[in-house]
Nanobody
């Protein structure tokens, strides 16, 4: 059974930084794409950043402030978040894709106070 374990969420003041980490455990082969989504109260889940074999894409709202990094062999993906804003507050979800299968973490809360 595959589990994605996330860590690193919390409360931070505007302008501060947090680093989210996610690692897969269990039987998962050939992770093609890894990344992070987020969902704020009353809003749809949205892509924050996605990583695949050295290529990264970011949502326009986080570009230049967030940095994603991943290790396909270790099935691990990190998200360094700098210059955080109150509008970045959300539950952040890790995902990893292997072929046609998507795996999701349970989510970690990020709260940015003004």
């Amino acid at each position: 059974q595959v589990q994605l374990v996330e860590s690193g969420g919390g409360l931070v003041q505007a302008g501060g930084s947090l680093k989210l980490s996610c690692k897969a455990s269990g039987s998962i082969r050939g992770v093609d794409t890894m990344g992070w989504y987020r969902q704020a109260p009353g809003k749809q889940r949205e892509l924050v950043a996605r990583f695949s074999y050295g290529d990264a894409i970011y949502a326009a709202s986080v570009k230049g402030r967030f940095t994603i990094s991943g290790d396909h062999a270790k099935r691990a993906v990190d998200l360094q978040m700098d210059s955080l804003r109150p509008e970045d507050s959300a539950v952040y979800y890790c995902f990893q894709r292997s072929g046609d299968d998507d795996y999701w973490g349970q989510g970690t809360q990020v709260t940015v106070s003004s």
